[in-house]
């Protein structure tokens, strides 16, 4: 099938007006760091500097969460329900009024189509702010006690991938049950984060409720290990999460991960074949596989392997890879070198250990971070791509030939975070349902996500909910 052409369709990034470089977001303000570090983030697609961010040592992370304290103490942790519930709203109405701005700038910084950015994450994030909103004066009928406490000062770490959404599902829970944040963004996408701080002063939010401190690794290993943290909340690698449950564990301090991911995408021979192929493209491919749930790995009934393999490369033949900021990209960025290398390498792997690579013809850019959609065929369980997270748009794809089959091999796995079924019995969905281990199991349908579901894994996909209302458990002293 040929790719329509169709005329480039470029957002304007002049509503994003960039300062050259960012201070920490500490009680209120935006402050230089203690010793004057600072690194560059840059747009992933053309390599260009975007601004320059300083980087928190110890000394920052401690007046983060000093201003913290203070805020939770002083006034916060007094406020009723009802008067936190009106700064959450007010901030949802601000992401909403600012969403084009916000979707160009996470585009700019992380690399994601700017269709998704706009349709997905920022819609996503005004929701969850909506949402927790309306939990902050009704916690008394969340089933945790007639008046659950929160828990002081919680110290959170995001990844890359959805830098905003992330933000949104650890700040918003937090502040609707009466605790205050110091988070750290990752150190290749702080600005959107960075936006939030700006946000937080317009709604005038009361000074030290949120502080934003940016850098690298040691940023967040600094701010988890504080003695004045109460809660850390994590998402990213299952390595850093061990870590982090390891240096937390004597402080007792309360602790929710969510981590890596290696999800089975499960095609029985009922299922309706062009709407299970646009399921397993938007399993893999969306946001350029950068998703700790993506369905990376496929599992086709044996009787239509053929059929559904020829209609999955036909659809992939018309993806379009290329500038984020196009309104017509499906495929943007890598968000890394360090990310591609990583893509590169176990598709190498793939390769050496026997299995067969496709990729449709795809012109890459020359400059930036890019990897084409990948699908390798004849995978067996104990291949590398078949076990690891990649992290990147590339498919491993296995065979089954009976449901039992089908759960065995979808289970075997060290994660277990999220799972699809395509079929049209519904008694199928549930018998598989119940026997997947797995946080989210969606049912003909692929990555959906809304702040009233829980969200989280099993294994080594971590612990603890985050959406809806168990996820309110993780910010109370329950
Ligand atoms: P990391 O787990 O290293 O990063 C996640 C966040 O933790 C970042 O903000 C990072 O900072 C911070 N961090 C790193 N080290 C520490 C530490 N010791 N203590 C506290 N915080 C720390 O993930 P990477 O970005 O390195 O990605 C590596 C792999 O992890 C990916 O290839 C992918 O497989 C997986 N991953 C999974 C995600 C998920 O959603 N489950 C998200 C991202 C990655 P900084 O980025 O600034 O170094």
Known sequence: MAKFEYAPAPESRAIVS?????????????????????FKTISPATEEVLAEVTEAGPADVDRAVTAARKAYEHTWSQLPGKERAKYLFRIARIVQEKARELAVLESLDNGKPIRESRDVDIPLVAAHFFYHAGW????????????????????????????????????????ACGNTVVLKPAETTPLTALAFAEICQQADLPPGVVNIVTGAGETGRALVTHPGIDKVAFTGSTEVGKEIARACAPARKKVTLELGGKAANIVFEDAPVDQAVEGIVNGIFFNQGHVCCAGSRLLVQESVYTEVLAALRRRLETLRLGDPLD?????????????????RELSEVGEAEGAQRWSPPCELPVKGFWFPPTLFTGVSQAHRIAREEIFGPVLSVLTFRTPAEAVEKANNTPYGLSAGVWTEKGSLILWMASRLRAGVVWANTFNKFDPTSPFGGYKESGYGREGGRHGLEAYLDV
């Open 18 to 38: 960039l300062r050259e470089s960012y201070g920490l977001f500490i009680d209120g303000e935006f402050s230089p760091g203690v010793d004057g570090r600072a």
């Open 136 to 175: 902050a004066d009704k916690l008394e009928y969340a089933g945790y006690g007639p008046a659950p406490r929160p828990l002081g000062v919680a110290g959170q770490v995001i990844p890359w991938n959805f830098p905003l959404l992330m933000l949104a599902w650890k700040i918003a829970p937090a502040l």
């Open 327 to 343: 309104k017509n990209t499906d495929v943007g960025a890598i968000n890394s070198a360090a990310q591609l290398a990583k893509i």
